[in-house]
């Protein structure tokens, strides 16, 4: 395979992924990759109209995948709901962990301005990677 038949390749391996981020993280996603796995946060959908409206964490369990690791794509995911600041202290399964539209709680969206500093951060990155690159050459 030559270099550029190889970078086109890992390219496209990570537009897909970049693909799939941008769809959003699914409940065992944000979990996964905190500590204790998520367990004793508060997790939230991005769509929920209320910003008290959130599940706490109780228990997770994730699945393996074919080479006995654990993934992130399948589980079960147990917590306390609180909707509109009200909880019942009660612990049952989450409802829907699969969707793509989970995040940490307290979830704001972030403003224009935000945005924005993150592209040019973003850019400004890029272009002190590419002068490195271009230093080792």
Not at 11 to 22: D, E, P, S, V
Request: one cysteine or more; aromatic letters at 10%.
């Amino acid at each position: 395979m030559s270099s550029s038949s190889a970078t086109e390749a890992v390219q496209r391996i990570f537009k897909g992924i970049a693909k799939q981020k941008a769809k959003g993280d699914n409940f065992y996603d944000v979990c996964f990759s905190l500590a204790d796995h998520g367990v004793g946060h508060r997790i939230t959908k991005k769509v929920w109209p209320s910003r008290n409206t959130y599940w706490t964490v109780t228990k997770i369990s994730f699945g393996d995948n074919s080479g006995g690791r654990l993934t992130s794509l399948k589980g079960k995911a147990y917590g306390v709901l609180t909707w509109n600041g009200v909880s019942d202290m009660k612990e049952r399964p989450v409802i829907d962990p699969l969707e793509k539209n989970w995040t940490l709680f307290p979830y704001t969206m972030p403003t224009k301005a935000e945005k924005e500093a993150m592209a040019i951060a973003m850019k400004a990155s890029r272009q002190q990677q590419k002068e490195q690159e271009g230093e080792q050459s």
